[in-house]
Structure formats: structure tokens, C-alpha cells
């Protein structure tokens, strides 16, 4: 990806539409909220497809992070591993490193190439987070994401698998920005990930693989498989006792059907609530915590003040409802030319 173009040296060659170099790429400024300097990519579609993977439609996201750490070789060359955590141009590599529409975005802005979206990886960090979720420090965000204690298991950010979360005491400070914690030496254990803590699976925690399956799992309720998600859970069957070895969440089956998420114990489906919220099943004492329903369910319904004609025709910016055209289109929805396409190798 370097050698095509992801490469601050070759920033400086990238050209629009007609061809004419780039008058800007990247756009550094002191971001207030995050407390230090930062360098973001401000090329029309790295913004378009970044708004659309976290649903960040607020005039105040302007661009997508670059890395700030790792030294020469990494910093100013990579995604910003808190933002895009295993995407493969982050600036380390992850077992299940993918391939995001932002990245493509990214060498289809060049000027050099036209991507093929259909080909790109599904990306699950950060999906429909919302504009906060870029603009504001990890240790405010919300839900799966964040953790700041190392004495209960919780759910790792898809929910995929049940975790810990791994706080890292250092032998010395900490940037003032990276503080997290009363103790100035204590955080996350990435330094690219900007030191943010958050639950990272268990080796035997997956709740997608039938392996993992544990002897508890009957009394509990629980199921493990293809279809079944880590949620909050103080659930026991009647007439058991819920041990100190059990944590306060586990795997149960999921579906989503008729713009409602489902939950499953012993085979009796229920519908959770919209926003998240407990339900409670026959022979079992407790209650389950279903997550919000955009959580499990991908087809997130986009509010009206979001949603712009045709999706601009991904030709343009869709912010606060209304489309920005990109350089050579127009009208309300930028289904409007006012250049014949230029013909551009694909990279895919």
C-alpha cells in the first residue's frame, strides 16, 4: 500500500479530477479535546466513507486521524491505530488485519486509480460510533469499547468474544494527553493505540466458536456459535447458584429480524429494546442486558436529520443532511456531471 501511494512523500503528487495537484492532502492542527497535536487526511472521499463507517455526519469531523506515534517509518504514514485499530495500514499488524473502503478512499483520491469498494474488508472498529467516537478522548467512550478496570471480564468491542482488560502499570509517566488514570504511569497496553484501554479476548472466550463451549454454559443459558454475541448476563437456570467463577456476561444466540434485535436462552426468543435494556426469560433467575440494536444489527436505521438524496450519489460529503458536492459534480444529490469521468486503472 505504501509503494501505491499511502505515503506522505507521495502526497504532494496526488491530483483531482481535472488533474490539477492536490492543494491539500492532510491538515495538522491542535485539537483542544484531545490535547496535542494532530494530523488529519482531508480528502474527499477518506471523509466521505469515514462518515459513513462511523456515522460521523457532524460539520465537526473534518478528517481522518493519521498516526502520531511509533517513531520514523510509522508516524505520519499510517492510520491511527485507536481509530482503525486492525486495519491493515495501521501501524501494526493484527491477526485479522482488513482491508477498509477509507483505505482505498485514500488511493482513489490520488488521482491515480478507481477503487473497487465491493472488494474492501468489513471493518467492524468504530462502525455507526458517531462523531464522538473520532473527536474525543478513548477514555469517554462508551459501552464495549472502554474499560478501566482490571477486576471483571467484559465483552470485547463486537461482541465476538468474552475479555479482560489489560492495564499496564509503566515505570514512568505517561504523556499528559495519555493519562487516563489517576496514577500518571498506568494505561492501555499499545502505545500506537494511544495507551487507551479497552477488553481484548480470552483464548477460550469466542463466542462464534462451538470449541469453546464451557460445562457452566447449560446452567446459564448460554450458546455458543456462528450466531451467538457476548452481552451482560447475571442469568442462572432455577434452582442453581450462579458460582464466583461465572463473570457478569456471557455468549447467547442473536438474530435480527422485522428492524428488532432478538436474544435467545433455552430456545425462547425475545425482542430487546431499541436502545439496549434487560429482559428476563422463564426457569431462569436474572436478567439479560441486551445491547442497542444498531449495535448487532449492520442495516442501522440513519436518522432523517442525517440521511441525504441518494446517498449524494456517493459524488459528494452527505454533512448535517444536506450534500457537498466533490470537484466536477452537482445538484442536490451530485447526480450531475460536469466533467466526462476520467478513465482510471483499478487497483483491485
Not at 478501566?148 to 468474544?161: D, K, L, P, Q, V
Not at 505517561?174 to 495507551?195: C, E
Request: net charge neutral; aromatic share 10%.
Amino acid at each position: 500500500m505504501h509503494v501505491l501511494g499511502f505515503d506522505p512523500h507521495a502526497f504532494a503528487h496526488f491530483r483531482d479530477e481535472r488533474k490539477r495537484r492536490r492543494s491539500k492532502v492532510t491538515e495538522q492542527s491542535m485539537d483542544e479535546k484531545l490535547g496535542r497535536m494532530v494530523t488529519r487526511v482531508v480528502l474527499p472521499r477518506v471523509v466521505m466513507h469515514s462518515r459513513h463507517h462511523y456515522g460521523a455526519f457532524s460539520e465537526n469531523f473534518t478528517g481522518l486521524e493519521l498516526e502520531d506515534g511509533g517513531g520514523r517509518g510509522t508516524s505520519g504514514s499510517h492510520w491511527e491505530k485507536r481509530l482503525l485499530m486492525n486495519e491493515i495500514m495501521t501501524g501494526s499488524v493484527d491477526t485479522r488485519s482488513v482491508v477498509s473502503k477509507m483505505t482505498l478512499a485514500l488511493l482513489e483520491d490520488s488521482g491515480w486509480y478507481q477503487a473497487n469498494y465491493s472488494m474492501a474488508d468489513h471493518l467492524d472498529w468504530g462502525r455507526n460510533q458517531g462523531t464522538d467516537f473520532i473527536t474525543s478522548p478513548c477514555n469517554l467512550w462508551k459501552g464495549a469499547y472502554h474499560c478501566n478496570t482490571t477486576n471483571f471480564s467484559g465483552c470485547t468491542y463486537n461482541r465476538e468474544a468474552e475479555g479482560y482488560c489489560p492495564i499496564v502499570t509503566y515505570s514512568g509517566d505517561l504523556p499528559k494527553w495519555a493519562r487516563y488514570f489517576p496514577q500518571a504511569n498506568k494505561g492501555g497496553q499499545s502505545s500506537l493505540a494511544d495507551y487507551c484501554t479497552y477488553f481484548v479476548a480470552y483464548s477460550d472466550g469466542s463466542c462464534t466458536d462451538t470449541n469453546s463451549a464451557r460445562a457452566p454454559d447449560r446452567m446459564l443459558g448460554e450458546v455458543r456459535g456462528s450466531n451467538s454475541r457476548c452481552m451482560a448476563s447475571s442469568l442462572v437456570r432455577t434452582g442453581f447458584v450462579r458460582g464466583s467463577i461465572t463473570q457478569g456476561n456471557g455468549c447467547y444466540q442473536h438474530r435480527c429480524v422485522n428492524n428488532s434485535l432478538e436474544v435467545a436462552v433455552d430456545g425462547i426468543w425475545k425482542a430487546c429494546p431499541e436502545a439496549g435494556g434487560p429482559v428476563q426469560f422463564p426457569g431462569f433467575n436474572g436478567e439479560l442486558i441486551c445491547p442497542a440494536y444498531n449495535e448487532l444489527c449492520s442495516n442501522r436505521p440513519v436518522s432523517v436529520s442525517e440521511q441525504c438524496a441518494n446517498s449524494c450519489n456517493l459524488n459528494g460529503d452527505c454533512v448535517n443532511g444536506k450534500c457537498h458536492c466533490f470537484l466536477g459534480f452537482h445538484g442536490h444529490d451530485c447526480s450531475k456531471s460536469e466533467l466526462s469521468r476520467i478513465h482510471l486503472y483499478s487497483i483491485i
